[in-house]
């Protein structure tokens, strides 16, 4: 499950040398919020106050979230990879077109690829 972490959050404000205080006056959010916020009681703050935050400390949500991925297959956590790798392993004319091409120059990768975006343009 992904997670706010105070460990992040608090690096961020101390690199940009901030007090909660100063996270409070500057976000319009009540110090006593952003107090537990920075703290970790409140572990599940709206996402309007958490861009709020990153606004004031000029970055991303995810520059204090802690992503817990679960793998969508023993070997991928992504599932559009998964997919392809399930799609080539279940056919043997994809096995072989991708078997043929990893000794291929970077070149060679690059006019392959070209002749593929004119196929996919032209269907």
């Known amino acids: 499950m992904d997670e706010l972490s105070k460990e992040k959050l608090n690096n961020i404000k101390k690199a940009k040398n901030y007090t909660n205080t100063d996270i409070a006056t500057l976000t319009n959010i009540p110090i006593s919020s952003i107090d537990k916020i920075f703290s970790g009681s409140n572990k599940n703050p709206t996402i309007e106050t958490l861009k709020k ?10 520059d204090f979230m802690n992503y817990e991925k679960e793998p969508v297959s023993p070997y991928y956590y992504d599932r559009q990879t998964a997919k392809i790798a399930e799609e080539i392993h279940k056919n043997n004319d994809l096995k072989i077109l991708m078997d043929s091409t990893r000794d291929l120059s970077p070149e060679d990768i690059n006019a392959i690829i070209e002749i593929a975006k004119r196929m996919k343009k032209n269907n």
């Open 53 to 62: 935050i990153a606004k004031v400390l000029d970055c991303t949500i995810d």
